[in-house]
Structure formats: structure tokens, C-alpha cells
């Protein structure tokens, strides 16, 4: 498929998100579960299509062109991001997942055109690199922010005396405080959660968003109270963090074999 033709899915105009989204290691570490966790046929399709490995290699080719001209509507569309209202109703979630908010971005809107796409034409390699990334930023907390602080970018905080905001802290902070190299954490995740899997193969699109936008609002309530002890915040959230990582690992491999099936 040509690009102006990928690009004509996506109209919408949202205001800019001006962040990354899980930091390089979070997007390396969310593909290598997903790479862990594909069939034989949709390893072969990628494989194919991506080079070997190519799912981890190029997942944070999204974030790495946000500079640059090629695909502008990613950056003025707001493709990596749904910034939800607070205390929103369960039915009101499960809307904006399914009707598209008019605002607030359009990570929504995009994932669901890209997957379409995808099924009927599997070989734009530029379309797999979005829709192994945008489905990683479909579980960061902060990409289902606050639109009038923009997701965490305008919440202030200190992390260990230095100046950062709360969008950075769950995009990258979280995650290198632990220490580990991609492939570590991914594996160590791998063993740690394996139980969980089934369940969160069974669970619908509805209740892991439903699951992500609560875990969100427990985030903005938590920093209302936070008196700045940065290992304390770590303790406090590097699990659910790891377990945000995990079922987006696991669901990208889902949406990958059926895309493949």
C-alpha cells in the first residue's frame, strides 16, 4: 500500500503529545514478549517482512521519526495517545474505546484502522512498525492521562533531587530503575507473570482498558499525597508498571496472530 494512501485512514487534527511512550527499553521489552509469544505463522509473516527479530528492532522507529516529515499526522493527529477525563464512568471508557473521541488524541481510532489494513495487505513495513508500537502505548498509564496536563507532561515532580514530570517518570524512569537490559527484564517478566497469561488472553479490550484507565486514576491520586520520597514511588509502582508491560506484551501477540492468522 502506498503511504498517501495509509496516511488518507487517519484525519483527524488533536493537539501534540510532546513525549515518548515507555521509553526505548519499555517498547524493547514489550516486542521481545510479543516476539516470545507469536505462532510459528505470524514469527514467519514478521520475520518476513521485518527481518529477523525485526519486531523488537524497530519498535521505537515511531517515536524515532517524531523530528522528522515523514508521517506528520502521527505528531498533529495525536496517534500515540488517548488522553481520557477523570472520573469517567465505566460505559464512558468502553466508549471512547469503540466511538472515538473528538479530542484527546487518536490512539483508538488509528490501532483499530491499522489492523484493518493489515489483514487485507500485510506487506507495509512501515505500517507493522506502528501498530507493534501505538499497541504498546495502548498500556502506559500516562497515554490514557489527563488532557488538561497532557497525559503527566505538565505534573512537575523531583525524581532523586532532579527536575522531570510524571509522563517521564512512567515513559522511562520506572523501568531503568530496576536495571536491567531489555531482554533481562522481558525474560524476567516472562517468568514472574507467566501465570497470569490465560487471564489475560481471556480478558476483553474493554477490561484491560477499563483496568489501565483505573490504574491511571490511582496514579494522579496517589501524586496528591506523594511526599517526594522517590524510592518509596518506586516500591510503591514498579510492579504495576511490570504488569502493564507484560499485558502489552501478551495482547500485541494476540492482535499479531490474529492480524496473521
Known amino acids: 500500500m502506498k503511504k498517501i494512501t495509509f496516511l488518507c485512514l487517519f484525519g483527524l487534527t488533536m493537539y501534540t503529545l510532546p ?122 498509564p500516562m497515554h490514557l492521562g489527563h488532557r488538561d496536563d497532557k497525559g503527566g507532561n505538565l505534573v512537575r515532580i523531583k525524581w532523586f533531587g532532579r527536575e522531570t514530570n510524571l509522563h517521564a517518570v512512567w515513559d522511562t524512569k520506572l523501568i531503568e530503575s530496576q536495571g536491567y537490559s531489555y531482554s533481562e527484564y522481558a525474560a524476567r517478566l516472562e517468568r514472574e507473570y507467566d501465570h497470569e497469561k490465560k487471564e489475560i488472553l481471556r480478558m476483553s479490550e474493554e477490561e484491560l482498558i477499563l483496568r489501565t484507565y483505573r490504574l491511571t486514576a490511582a496514579i494522579y491520586s496517589y501524586q496528591q499525597t506523594w511526599n517526594g520520597n522517590t524510592y518509596h514511588y518506586i516500591y510503591r509502582w ?24
Open 19 to 140: 513525549a515518548f511512550s515507555w521509553g526505548q527499553e519499555g517498547h524493547r521489552i514489550i516486542a521481545q514478549i510479543a516476539y516470545d509469544n507469536l505462532s510459528c505463522k505470524a514469527r514467519k509473516t514478521l520475520d518476513k517482512v521485518l527481518s529477523n527479530h525485526g519486531l523488537i528492532y524497530w519498535a521505537n522507529w515511531p517515536d524515532e521519526i517524531k523530528s522528522d516529515t515523514i508521517y506528520p499526522q502521527s505528531i498533529t493527529d495525536g496517534w500515540h495517545f488517548q488522553d481520557l477525563d477523570p472520573g469517567m464512568s465505566d460505559s464512558a471508557v468502553v466508549a471512547a474505546l469503540t466511538g472515538y473521541p473528538q479530542e484527546g488524541g487518536s490512539l483508538f481510532r488509528v490501532m483499530d484502522s491499522i489492523a484493518t489494513v493489515l489483514k487485507e495487505k500485510k506487506g507495509n513495513v512501515h505500517t507493522w512498525r506502528f501498530i507493534v508500537h501505538l499497541a504498546g502505548d495502548r498500556y502506559c
Open 238 to 261: 514498579h510492579i504495576p508498571m511490570e504488569e502493564q508491560l507484560y499485558i502489552a506484551g501478551i495482547r500485541l501477540a494476540k492482535l499479531l496472530n490474529e492480524i496473521c492468522k
